[in-house]
């Protein structure tokens, strides 16, 4: 009797041998797809073949430790193909199977052969190979080759938390995921590794947009509307560039979840840097409406608001979020090249505008000193009264030549906000 495993291996290179023999041709059938964070995927279906398929896989690979992509609806009872790095510097590409949301399993009953042309190019995983015995797999689970929506997954997990040639290697969980579908009614024909139009596009135009009003909010328009405050105590005009900001986060997120759904990046919208966009929303919407209800009754009682903390507390807290949030996007969209910088140019923003803060401030103490204030007035007037006998007197009457009695005058201490014009 000849041992499964040594009758897998020549059937899978004699199925090589055929279809290598027979895929030279230049253009064959291809159903692909790419989504806008870069991932590309292309499937052919040989029309000699009922078990094999031909794979063409792409993701960027900055800031990603492994990638997976895999045909089903979700983690259980799909076959997915789980890419890292192999010790080589190639990769390793493991077919595995799940019946439940844990760690997928090598399936040995599917072979995976990479072929010339993969590994790590240009930073981006590249995946071009031949399956064997995956159009089904666990016994009913199978892929519709005639399927105008063929569903199908991917997800990503952390940077350098894989390196091997095992294919049971463990993997940690995934930081991003996302489903998809396909079209393969066009992938029937000609066997060969398709090319799904060249190289996968990237970013999509909505999500450039969301990143680009994201930047302009957090990096210029809210540190502005601070200053303006803080430094020329221009109230009204902060408002205004808070609001303008507030316009453009609200964009920016709506972009976010519409790319998000349409695309398949995270439609659920529970990835981390989706909730914390979302909290630092809620946290700009109550700082906008508590300012302007506080401003408001200011004009009306000419009394300050006593809630108008919650503006300040709200205020800060979005932006503090928000700037953070800006760094997760860039590792949610695998481009994290651009993070040191930003991060630099926000420090240098914030440090300067905090150090004219304080200038402003040690000027307007030295300009008035600190006997000069009107508490250090009052507090001197008051030391008179008592030493003149004051004390002790009925309400309302003065001892013969005093002037009345000077009232406690409102003190705000320099360069605090100022109060509404």
């Given at each position: 009797m000849v041992p499964r495993s040594f009758a897998s291996l020549a059937l899978t290179i004699l199925s090589l041998v055929g279809f290598l023999a027979t895929a030279s041709a230049q253009n064959p059938a291809s159903a692909s797809q790419t989504l806008s964070n870069g991932l590309g995927i292309a499937i052919n279906v040989p029309d000699n073949s009922t078990d094999t398929l031909f794979l063409n896989f792409r993701l960027p690979s900055r800031g990603v430790g492994w990638a997976a992509f895999g045909i089903g609806s979700g983690m259980s009872d799909s076959l997915m193909f789980v890419v890292y790095p192999n010790t080589t510097n190639g990769l390793t590409v493991s077919p595995r199977t799940t019946t439940g949301h844990s760690m997928p399993e090598h399936d040995s009953d599917v072979t995976f052969i990479l072929l010339p042309e993969s590994g790590i190019v240009n930073g981006s995983f590249v995946v071009r190979g031949m399956c064997v015995g995956c159009r089904t797999w666990g016994g009913s689970n199978s892929i519709d080759t005639t399927s105008g929506n063929q569903p199908m997954i991917w997800a990503m997990g952390p940077a350098g938390s894989v390196e091997s040639d095992d294919l049971n290697a463990n993997i940690n969980i995934h930081q991003q995921k996302g489903v998809f579908e396909i079209d393969m009614r066009?992938?029937?024909?000609?066997p060969g590794v398709p090319s799904g139009g060249g190289p996968?596009?990237?970013?999509?135009?909505?999500?450039?947009v969301h990143a680009i009003?994201?930047?302009?909010?957090?990096?210029i328009l809210l540190p502005a509307g601070y200053a303006l405050l803080r430094l020329l105590d221009k109230v009204l005009i902060h408002a205004?560039?808070?609001?303008?900001?507030?316009i453009f986060v609200t964009a920016s997120i709506g972009l976010g979840i519409i790319a998000?759904?349409?695309q398949g990046i995270s439609p659920n919208i529970n990835a981390p840097h989706q909730v914390i966009g979302l909290i630092a929303f809620v946290f700009m919407f109550l700082a906008v409406i508590l300012g302007a209800v506080g401003h408001a009754i200011y004009r009306r009682t000419q009394q300050p608001w006593k809630f108008m903390i919650s503006h300040r507390i709200f205020g800060p807290a979005a932006m503090g979020l928000g700037t953070?949030?800006?760094?997760?996007?860039?590792?949610?969209a695998g481009y994290t090249r651009p993070i040191i910088g930003f991060i630099v140019v926000v420090v240098v923003i914030w440090v300067a505008i905090l150090a004219l803060?304080?200038?402003?401030?040690r000027k307007q103490m030295r300009k008035t000193g600190p006997m000069n204030t009107p508490a250090a007035m009052n507090f001197r007037e008051g030391q008179a009264q008592q030493q003149s006998g004051?004390?002790?007197q009925q309400p309302g009457v003065t001892p013969q030549g005093h002037g009345p009695a000077i009232p406690l005058q409102n003190y705000q201490q320099p360069g605090a906000p100022p109060m509404y014009k």
């Open positions: 066009t992938a029937s024909g000609t996968f596009a990237g970013k999509s135009t909505a999500i450039k009003l994201a930047l302009i909010t957090f990096v205004g560039v808070q609001t303008l900001a507030f998000s759904k349409n953070a949030n800006c760094i997760s996007g860039f590792r949610f803060v304080l200038l402003k401030r004051w004390y002790g």
